[in-house]
Each structure stands twice: as C-alpha cells, then as structure tokens.
C-alpha cells in the first residue's frame, strides 16, 4: 500500500509538473501577440486543460495497456516511470525547451518494463501499440503540422491581402481568443488521460497482485479488476492539470512565443487552429500524440510562410534534439532506476 501511495504522489507530482510544462502549448501565441495577458492567458489555459482532461479516455487506455505487457508491470516499474520522466522534464523546463512530456513518460514506461522484464524486448508492444500509435506520429505529426500551418498561413493570406492592418489584427485578435481556447482543450483531451493510464495501470496491478489485501468499504474503489478510468481517477488528474497549468511556465512560453518567430494575431490563430485540429483528431482514436511537436512545428510553419528567414532555426534546431532524445533519455533514466531497485 505505501509503493502504490509513492506511485500517486509521483503520478500527481509529473501531472502537475506537465500542466506548467506543456501550459506554453496554448498560451504562448495568444502571449507573444497581446491579445492576452500572460495572468488572464493561464487563466484561460488551466481552465480549457480542464474540460479537455475531462473528455473521453482513449489515450488513457492506450498508454495504460497498449504500450507495455502488463503482467511485467509492477509498482516498482511505474514509479521508476514516472520518476524518469518527471527527471527529464524538468531538465528541459530549465533550458526552455518544449520537449514532450507525452513521450517522455511512455519511454520511462518502456525503460522500466525492459529492466523488470530483465531486457525481454517482447514486453513491448510494437506492431499494435508503439509503432502504430508513438513511432509513426512522432514522425508524422510534426511534418502535418508544419505543412497545415502554412497552407493555413497561405490561406489566410490570400483571403486578406486587400484588408489593413488594423482589420485584420482587430478581426483575429478576436479569433485568437476562440483558437487558443480550442487549443487548450485538445491539449487537456489528451496530455491529461496520460496519467490517467499510468494510476489505472497501478490500480489494476495492485488489485491484480492482491497488493491492497481487504480495503475496509471506504477504500474498495481502488480495486480495479478490469480495465476501466475511474472517475475520481479522471477528475484528479484533470484537476491537478489546471492547477500545474495555472502555475505557468514562463521559460518555454518565451521560447515559443517571442524566441521561435515573431507572430501577430492572424499567425497565432493559424497555428492555434492547426495544432488543435490534429490533436482533437488524434485524441479521438487514442494516439498519445505530442502536443508540444504540433504546436511548435505549427509555428515554424505559419512563421516561414510570413518569411522563411523570420524563423529563428537556431532555435528550432535546439528543440528538435531534445524531441530526438526524450524517449531514449527517459527510457535510460528509469532503466538504470528500475535496474537499482530490483538489485535490493
């Protein structure tokens, strides 16, 4: 009982660590170009992550069960997990980097199954869970929104080259308000189910492993023999999203919002819209998809239709190594934690 009470803490504390992470995901255009405060745009945030956290659990059964054999999962393994990548994302929150926090708790996953499977590669699930649902959006997702971003931008442009200025930042100034919220949402629809997966994995393993023994009646909703999101599961981590969300995350907004290209209202509504499109999208079908490659590579693409040169590639260069290395890095981290721990 005092593993699976470590797991939740730990689980919580990644939660909330991702909630001011990944808060830049929605704010950080809305920011850069004034139509919002940064007060008032968290604001927003924590409450969108909210209502999306609260809408479907696809993901959250895809990475509670769809990632990893769950009869090699014990407690020890999830909070090896979690610990690694909890390790990395404040790593990269100290540079300002918006690497994925998605991607950083499914390769914690992966590294802790391979060390408690003593290196068994087949504890993974690869044709129907890794490949299909990480490997290929990882890839993919990025390049869609990069190319949505500017078809978009193009769009947009063509539509409003006989509009001034004050027009067009006057009509999506408004617009933004409806784009970064939408935003937000998607981002609660599927960054929060992820750790809806991970306590439903350790509920199901403690149950499973007879770990919670006889509950007196007021704790017999932590069994969990089948797999299913409990509702106070849902809620928590909901609710631990927004309150991390409306902690901020100013490092990483900067790097989005004012590092990467320099945007105005009608740029950040493209992006927004963009990225808000294919995680909805991607939510639907339960890809654990990373919000943070989206909306960056929507940006740089909405930002290199404005001008290819405006785009900062120094900085995009610095940010798509961290994407390269966050699944290794995470998936080492708590292999080598998850190694320590069987050794005792």
Not at 186 to 204: C, E, R, V
Not at 258 to 275: D, I, N, S, Y
Request: positive net charge; glycine residues 10%.
């Amino acid at each position: 009982m005092t593993l699976f009470l470590l797991v939740i803490a730990a689980a919580i504390t990644f939660e909330y660590i991702n909630g001011f992470h990944d808060a830049a995901n929605a704010i950080a255009t809305v920011v850069s170009t004034k139509v919002l405060t940064p007060r008032q745009a968290i604001g927003l945030a924590a409450f969108f992550n909210l209502t999306g956290a609260l809408t479907g659990t696809a993901v959250a059964s895809t990475v509670g069960k769809g990632m990893v054999d769950t009869n090699i999962v014990t407690m020890g393994a999830i909070l090896c997990a979690l610990i690694g990548a909890i390790v990395w994302n404040l790593i990269t929150w100290l540079f300002g980097l918006p690497s994925s926090s998605s991607h950083a708790l499914i390769g914690g996953l992966c590294g802790a199954a391979l060390a408690y499977a003593h290196g068994n590669w087949n504890v993974l699930h690869w044709r129907t869970g890794l490949l299909p649902k990480v490997v290929i959006p990882m890839i993919s997702s990025p390049v869609i929104g990069f190319i949505i971003g500017a078809l978009l931008m193009f769009v947009l442009m063509v539509l409003l080259q006989r509009a001034t200025p004050h027009v067009v930042h006057s009509i999506f100034g408004k617009l933004q308000l409806v784009s970064a919220s939408w935003m937000a949402h998607s981002h609660g629809t599927n960054d929060a189910q992820k750790t809806m997966g991970i306590i439903t994995l350790a509920l199901f393993t403690a149950t499973t492993s007879g770990s919670f023994g006889h509950l007196p009646p007021a704790l017999q909703f932590l069994h969990t023999p089948q797999f299913l999101i409990p509702k106070w599961v849902i809620f928590l981590c909901a609710l631990t999203m927004a309150a991390g969300t409306a902690a901020g995350g100013w490092r990483i907004i900067r790097t989005l919002g004012h590092r990467m290209v320099k945007l105005q209202p009608v740029h950040g509504f493209a992006a927004e819209t963009t990225a808000a499109v294919i995680i909805q999208v991607a939510s639907s079908y339960g890809i654990p998809l990373s919000t943070t490659h989206v909306i960056s590579t929507s940006i740089m693409g909405v930002g290199a239709m404005k001008r290819f040169s405006g785009v900062k590639w120094g900085v995009v260069e610095r940010i798509i190594w961290a994407w390269v290395f966050t699944l290794p890095a995470c998936g080492f981290i708590s292999y080598l934690l998850a190694r320590i721990a069987t050794a005792f």
